[in-house]
C-alpha cells in the first residue's frame, strides 16, 4: 500500500463523529473573537430599526447601556459606536465630530460606567458629521481635502480619547492619519490609546446599508468615496496602505469589508504579522440576513459559516451586527 493513499489513508475517518471533528477542527469561533457595532441615536428609550438592516435597531444611550450589559455577559469584548447625527447638527466641517457633548462622548461614558471593562471603540471619520457626508473636508471644486482634514481629524480623535474610548479607529482613508493622530494622542498624555486603522478599507458596494444608518446616505447623494477608499481591485497596494499605517503607529489593522477580501485579509495577516480584524459590513449582514428572512438560507449555520471563513482567513477578532446572536448560538450550542 503506497503511504499516503487510499485506503492507507482515508480522509473521511476524522470526519466520522461530532467528536472526532472537533479534535481536528483547526478554527474556533468564540464569543471572545466578535465586536458589536452599535448605532447610537439621541433621546430616551429608542430602538429604532434600521431599514435596510432588519434585525439591527438604532439605541439611545440608555438601550444601549443594558445592551451592552448583555452583550459583555454573552462573552464580547467590545463594541464599535457609530452615530446617527440629527441633521441639523451635521455641517460642511463636520464639527459635531468634536464636540464633547456630542453622542459618541456621552455613550463612551455612560457605557464605562455602565460595563467598565467593555472596550470601547470609536470611529474617527467625518461622514456621520458632514452635511455632503464625505469622510473630509471639501474644497471648492469638490474635492476631499487631505491635510485640511487631517487637523480635524486629530480634534475627533483627542475628543474621543477624552471621553474614555480605549480604542479610536481612523476609517476616513486619508493619508498620513494614522501619524498625526498617533502624535496627538502621546502629546496629550493619552500613551495608551490605541489605534485601530482601517487600513484597508475599499470604495465597496457593501456599506450602503451603513450610510442608511448613521443617516450619511441621503448627503452623500450619489457621491463617491474612491477617491480616498480603495479600489477593490487591488491587492498589492493594500499591503503598502498596511505597512504604512504600522510605520505612522496602528497598534491593529483592519480589513473592510471581510467576506469579498478574505485574500487580501490573510495576506495582510500573514506577511505582516500584525494584529489583524475584520469587518463583516452592513451589506454582508444585509444579504446574509434578507437570505435567511426568505428561507433561502439556513439562518445560524449561514452566519456562523461565514464568520469562521473570515477567522480561518487570519482575523483575530471580526466586528460584526450579528456579533450578540452569534454569540448566543455558540453558548447554547445551536452550531457544532
Ligand atoms: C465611516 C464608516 C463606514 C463604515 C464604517 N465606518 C461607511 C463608509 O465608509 O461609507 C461602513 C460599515 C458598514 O457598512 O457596516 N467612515
Known sequence: MLPGSFPGTRLRRLRRTPGLRTLVRETILVPEDLIQPAFVVAGEGRREEVARMPGVVRMSLDVLAEEAREWRRLGIPAVALFPAVDPARKSEDGREAWNPEGLVPCALRALRRAVPDLVLIADVALDPYTSHGH????GAD????????LEILVRQGLCLADAGADVVAPSDMMDGRVG???HALEAAGHTQTVILSYAVKYASAFYGPFRDA???????????KSTYQMDPANAEEALREARLDIQEGADILMVKPAGPCLDVLARVRRELGWPTFAYQVSGEYALLEQGIRSGLLEG???????LVAIRRAGADAILTYYAARAARWLREGTIS
Open 135 to 138: 469622510d473630509g473636508l471639501l
Open 142 to 149: 469638490g474635492t476631499v481635502l487631505n491635510d485640511e482634514t
Open 180 to 182: 498625526v493622530l498617533r
Open 214 to 224: 448613521v443617516g450619511s446616505a441621503q448627503a452623500l447623494g450619489r457621491g463617491d
Open 300 to 306: 445560524p449555520r449561514a452566519v456562523i459559516e461565514s
